[in-house]
Nanobody, 122 residues
Framework: QVQLVESGGGLVQPGGSLRLSCAAS????????MGWYRQAPGKQRDLVAS???????NYADDVKGRFTLSRDNAKNTVYLQMNSLKPEDTAVYYC????????????????WGQGTQVTVSS
């Protein structure tokens, strides 16, 4: 089984910054994509940013230029640096990882973190 531990959420004023971290551990043979989704109250869960093992990164249009996703493959950890935060960024942020638990597993499975609250408010 793969476990994801998230950290870094909290309350920040508009224009401020936060850094989210997500560390994957457990039975991990290989990891493909890592990233973050977010879900605001009453809305669906949407992709914020993702990064593949080769380094290709994908961002939602409304965070481009403000958020930066990075990955430390040695630590199986993904980071989301969030700058110039806006009230509309307020949501629960979920870490998402596509991993193969062992070499016997021929496909990647999707794992989710427990979620971390980000609130942007004055």
């Amino acid at each position: 089984q793969v476990q994801l531990v998230e950290s870094g959420g909290g309350l920040v004023q508009p224009g401020g910054s936060l850094r989210l971290s997500c560390a994957a551990s457990g039975n991990i043979f290989s990891i493909n994509a890592m990233g973050w989704y977010r879900q605001a109250p009453g809305k669906q869960r949407d992709l914020v940013a993702s990064i593949r093992s080769g380094g290709n990164t994908n961002y939602a249009d409304d965070v481009k230029g403000r958020f930066t996703l990075s990955r430390d493959n040695a630590k199986n950890t993904v980071y989301l640096q969030m700058n110039s935060l806006k009230p509309e960024d307020t949501a629960v942020y979920y870490c998402n990882v596509e991993a193969r638990p062992s070499m016997l597993h021929l496909r990647y499975y999707t794992y989710w973190g427990q979620g971390t609250q980000v609130t942007v408010s004055s």
